[in-house]
């Protein structure tokens, strides 16, 4: 069965990503509508991957933004504790873009829990988790503030939230990472009240005997004066067709990122790094086979052949090196200027290198 979300969260989760939303669906026409319960709520949902803690991998949810529509095949619940909104999935995909006006969000908000996830405090103990019954929220909040803090055990500040829902103070900390990135490049002023804001309130997995309540996303409405998308058009980009449309550098040119391509870059070196440690084990587990293998052309189970590793004929090449020394003039009477390729190189260091463009 395949369900359809609107993403109000995608925050870190133990090396990956925790994406959530509420339940839609498509109408004739194109528009997308809340599933609500027989209550009249709206419902909930939180894929879950096949990866040790449930967390979706950084490069699956790469594409997945607030307020992505996004699609879920093979569909499975899978509740635990008060994780309810738990669901096995097939593939994620994303599949529109629809964001939201602050009176369209107001239809998400929670207006049933006068306090976040059963107590006034900063976690639930696992003893009680169980009878929570919800884990994710979208609540309206006051007297906002964003500030850091330096713990003993952590090298780099962390960022917390204070703010009061239904006349008590929260302090939870912030896993989005969107709003992170604002943060660490200035743009979100820090220790300062905001009157109200709209967060996704997430309860996180057990960490020794504690599921502790964090902010999952900052959530920050479209302005009523835009105009409301049409259905999405999606150009199609590949790699030949932006090398064709800026094939050269311009030599000295700076390009200062905001919040959104940093948060992309920050995407891409964790999907390089997946990419790396998935390239060496591959190595790795040949090298294993080939040691086995000794002289033998053909790995095999039964009837099955598992692996080939045959030698290739001998084929004759040309030693342009050699014909360059015996004959130099006739070398460089051949030579045509070939035109310099663009080369994409991602600065892979770790991230507190970087801060302040250091």
């Known amino acids: 069965m395949d369900r359809y979300l609107l993403c109000l969260a ?10 959530a939303g509420v339940e839609v669906r498509q109408e004739n026409g194109g528009r997308w509508r809340l599933v609500r319960d027989e209550k009249g709520n709206v419902k909930w949902v939180r894929p879950i991957a096949s990866t040790e803690f449930g967390e ?15 699609k879920l095949t093979e569909v499975e619940a899978m509740p635990q504790d008060a994780h309810v909104e738990d669901v096995r999935y097939g593939e994620l995909e994303v599949v529109d873009y629809r964001p939201i006006t602050e009176k369209q969000l107001e239809q998400f908000v929670d207006i049933r829990h006068s306090k976040i996830f059963g107590n006034k405090g900063k976690a639930i103990s696992d003893e009680r988790v169980e ?12 007297n906002m503030m964003t500030y850091r803090v330096l713990y003993e055990d952590n090298e ?3 960022v917390r939230m204070r703010f009061i829902y239904c006349g008590v103070e ?3 900390p912030v896993t989005d990472p969107g709003y992170l990135d604002r943060v660490q490049m200035g743009q979100v002023e820090l220790d300062k009240e905001v009157e109200y804001g709209y967060l ?12 502790h309540k964090l902010v999952a996303a900052v959530v920050e409405p479209r302005n009523e004066s835009e105009e409301e998308p049409n259905d999405v058009n999606v150009e199609q980009i590949d790699e030949k067709s932006v090398i064709k449309k800026y094939p050269k550098a311009v030599k000295g040119e700076l390009k200062e990122a905001d919040s959104d391509v940093f948060s992309i870059w920050k995407d891409l070196k964790e999907v390089k ?52 020394e015996d004959h130099p003039d006739l070398y460089k009477s051949y030579l045509e200027e070939k035109e310099g390729v663009r ?16």
């Not at 009878?131 to 006051?142: F, H, I, P």
């Not at 996704?200 to 599921?211: D, I, V």
């Open 10 to 19: 995608n925050s870190y989760k133990r090396g990956g990503r925790c994406v």
């Open 56 to 70: 979706i991998p950084n490069s699956k949810a790469l594409l997945v933004s607030l307020f992505s529509i996004v």
């Open 131 to 142: 009878s929570v019954g919800y884990s994710l929220m979208l609540v309206k909040v006051w």
């Open 156 to 158: 780099r500040p962390k």
């Open 170 to 172: 929260y302090d939870l």
């Open 200 to 211: 996704t309130l997430s309860l996180g997995l057990e960490h020794e005997g504690w599921h």
């Open 273 to 324: 790094k997946e990419i790396m440690q998935l390239e060496k084990k591959k190595v790795e587990l040949e090298l294993k086979i080939k040691q086995e293998m000794k002289t033998a052309e053909s790995l095999i189970m039964g009837r099955e052949t598992l692996v080939t590793w045959k030698s290739a004929k001998s084929t004759m090449k040309f030693n342009e090196r050699h014909f360059a």
């Open 343 to 358: 080369r994409f190189v991602i600065n892979m260091k770790d991230e507190q290198q970087t801060d302040n463009g250091k």
